[in-house]
């Protein structure tokens, strides 16, 4: 589901979870969204292409 993954995506890179990201795992503080769509060789799920559209990171 669409809404679903967007909303996943989204709440992975919300400021507000970094804290808790972190705390789960050390390596949670390089957990960025950039870093998210570099180098990935096959298509994103539409959900989690929309979250990296809104932001900026991808082109339409």
Known sequence: ???L???ITRALFDD???ETLVTAN???RHVN???AVQG???LLH???ELFYFEK???ER
């Open 46 to 48: 539409p959900g989690a």
């Open 16 to 18: 507000r979870n970094r």
């Open 1 to 3: 589901d669409s809404d």
């Open 40 to 42: 990935v060789p096959i």
């Open 33 to 35: 969204p950039n870093a």
């Open 56 to 58: 900026g990171i991808l």
């Open 5 to 7: 993954v967007h909303a």
């Open 26 to 28: 050390a390596n949670g």
